[in-house]
């Protein structure tokens, strides 16, 4: 069930509602028929209108449904009141995509995370009337923490809500450490809308083994690997968790742990898959949750994946004319990925700059510190002759040429050093 608002064109719906469908692929339901209602205002008992929960009843009881899909997220009253109109299963987008999460999560991080997401939407759902929350056990609709917590209150929600925040805290913690210890090499992120070709891509640059198949979300946690471009340069490549229209923002913030990856990578690779209609859609909705995630400003070489499905022409052109730097390549195939590794070899050294810094030789951890994040290029000592009692101290001015993100690390410590 999809709506059209007074704001959306019946195409970008269309679209939405097509995805809804691969989602419930994903998730293992066939649909067997979609509705759309054009509405300038949402009804707040039932979000469509009365007539139009008339003749979904009947089309469900034609298919013999087990469940509703809705394209848009309802309050918890709303879901009451149409399960109970509809005297069927419902779930919405959000209920949807946290339920593929939860099948998909391998990783212990990956299921702490999604643990946390669904007890978030469900704790937003909690109201004094939440007895329906059992009827939605198995098949769609809430495996794992969903159905386990049925019994429980609000409080405990919380309580295992904070623990889970603990949980995850520690282990941002743990990965912080890591990711100091690597700083030297820089670090490029592949993100991108869920389906791109990023764990393929992946898995052709650096040779790795990321799961990738043809559903939506099949990545829910970051891998990072060590790989050599062309140019013998070596890189840390970070494949990392999806986007996709309307993901629950519950979701983005438990996953921070997983894309803290892409916040703090040198450069993104945003990856796009050239087949796809909706192309600049899903190109805008890429850019916005990276802004919701406070990832701005990035260097990002946009790579267009896919080619080997001939994408259309004329968009192809388009796409290469208004996207001047992007390089196409097919990820699966091994097509363009020369290219793309000049591309970015040379974005790498666009990032990178020289700088000279002269400052008492005693400080012997900058100066180790200055040797792990960057290359440098020529190291000089000089000893000036002391004061009075004619001791002398000796100066080390380092030329180096590093990137933007480890200069600044540098200079933070090198301005604490000068106090
Ligand atoms: N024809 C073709 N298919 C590709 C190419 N790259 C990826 N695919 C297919 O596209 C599907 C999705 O690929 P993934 O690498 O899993 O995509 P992803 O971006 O990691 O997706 P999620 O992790 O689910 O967000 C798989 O079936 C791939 O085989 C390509 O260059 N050409
Ligand atoms: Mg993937």
Known sequence: MG???????????????????????????????????????????????????????????????????????????????????????????????????????????AKTQVELAQLTYLR???????????????????????????????RLIGTRISTLKQKLEKIDLQRQTQRKNRHTFDRVSLVG????????????????????????????????????????????????????????????????????EARESDILLHVVDATRKDIAEQIEVVEETLRDLGIKNKPTLMVFNKIDMRPDAERLAYLKSEYEDAVFVSALRGIGLTELEESLA?????????????????QTKLISRIHDLSTVLDEQYSYEKGSANGSSQATITIRFKTSSRNLSELMIMYDRSQK
């Not at 293992?28 to 007539?51: C, F, H, P």
């Not at 909690?126 to 609709?141: A, V, Y």
């Not at 099949?218 to 490549?237: E, H, I, K, M, P």
């Not at 040379?346 to 005693?362: K, Y």
Request: proline content about 2%.
């Open 3 to 109: 709506v059209i608002r007074p704001e959306d064109t019946a195409e970008s719906v269309n679209d939405s509602l097509d995805e809804l469908e691969l989602l419930a692929d994903t998730a293992g339901a066939e649909v067997t028929d979609r509705m759309v209602q054009r509405l300038s205002r949402i009804q707040s008992s039932t979000y469509i209108g009365k007539g139009k929960v008339d003749e979904l009843k009947d089309l469900v009881s034609e298919h013999k449904s087990d469940l509703v899909l809705f394209d848009d997220d309802l309050s918890p009253v709303q879901l009451r009141n149409l399960e109970k109109a509809l005297d069927c299963k419902l779930v919405d987008r959000s209920g949807l995509i946290l339920d593929i999460f939860a099948s998909h999560a391998r990783t212990a991080v």
């Open 124 to 154: 937003s759902r909690l109201t004094r009337q939440w007895t329906h929350l059992s009827r939605q056990k198995g098949g769609i609709g809430f495996k794992g923490p969903g159905e386990t917590q049925i019994e429980t209150d609000r």
């Open 193 to 260: 809308y869920t389906n791109a070709g990023k764990s393929t891509l992946m898995n052709a640059m650096a040779g790795t083994d990321v799961f990738s198949e043809d559903q939506l979300f099949a990545t829910l946690d970051a891998t990072t690997r060590v790989t050599r471009l062309g140019d013998g340069r070596q890189v840390l490549l970070s494949d990392t968790v999806g986007f996709i229209r309307k993901l629950p923002h519950g979701l983005i913030e438990s996953f921070k742990s997983t894309l803290d």
């Open 346 to 362: 040379e974005m790498i050294s666009r990032d990178h700059v020289d700088q000279e810094l002269t400052f008492p030789a005693s």
